[in-house]
């Protein structure tokens, strides 16, 4: 049987025991006449907790795949468990005073009192914290490598945009920047008009490497990528095909990630939540015509 491992944090591997080297988001190959009973991720990142187990382990997916079986982890990130304060600050708008609170103590916690009232769980602790009044809106930017991004309506005092981004602008739109390692590199540009809620007016990506770039066997993948995203495709596929990209993410449903299948290079595999999808194109003039989805 055929087993693959797979992981988005760099970690050394263990299998039953023996160790099988450094895997990382190229899917690492083990061959054996069963599967194994116990699976260890050791990532190199002392931030995140070891993953291991076997079969029914809820922090390891291990998806079917042809004649075999892939092993997916799902690392949690390591939480200083003692009380810490990271950031306090008062700010006033319309005659009332608001307290942006954020603590550590197992979870990163964000606490707003007064004209503001709320509580939620930061993704991450901040290195850096800003607070900013624009127009009607409270702006909380929690910056680390990336910026954790609550905006909030001061006088409903009801939270209106939740995102982590890598850079935002607020003018008569909210912009923010998504930027994703992709063969592509990808940054997904959104744009939302802000008012009690937020809607998106306009999504768009822009490509640091285009697909011309790219050699032509990565092509799938990077479609799928940047399909997966939301990005632009409409260089790769046919003027027929064109006009269905625009539903093209939600036929993909769930996926997480898409690498090059192991067994064929023509063909992708498309991991989610509930298992691994095999994916193949049908071309024509050589450009993308149509996908095809086989469960394993």
Known sequence: MNFYFLSDIESHLKIDGEYAGIVSRNALYYTADTKPNLVEFLPLNSRFYQVYGGENSKDLGVFKVENGALFYP?????????????????????????????VEDGRVKLYLDGGVVDVKTLPFSPDKVEVKIEGEFLVLS???KKIALFIYHLQSGGLVYLDVVDEFSISSVLQVKKRHKTLTKTTVVERWN?????????????????????NEKLIPLAFFE????GGDVKAVVSKEFNEKTERLREFLGGVKRAIISPTDSNAV???????????????????IDNVFLDDF
Not at 201 to 214: G, N, Q, R, T
Not at 269 to 287: E, F, H, Q, S
Request: aromatic letters at 14%; proline letters at 1%.
């Open 74 to 102: 799902r690392f949690s990130q390591k939480h200083n468990l003692d009380f810490r304060l990271v950031f306090q600050e008062k700010v006033s708008s319309f005659g009332k005073e608001i307290t942006v609170t954020v």
């Open 226 to 229: 940047n399909a997966i995203l």
């Open 142 to 144: 929690f910056i680390k």
């Open 269 to 287: 595999w498309l991991i989610g939540d509930c298992g691994v999808t095999n994916a193949t194109l049908l071309y024509k003039n050589r450009l």
């Open 194 to 214: 802000l008012s009690f809620s937020a809607s998106l007016v306009e999504c768009f990506s822009e490509m640091e490497k285009p697909y011309e770039y790219l």
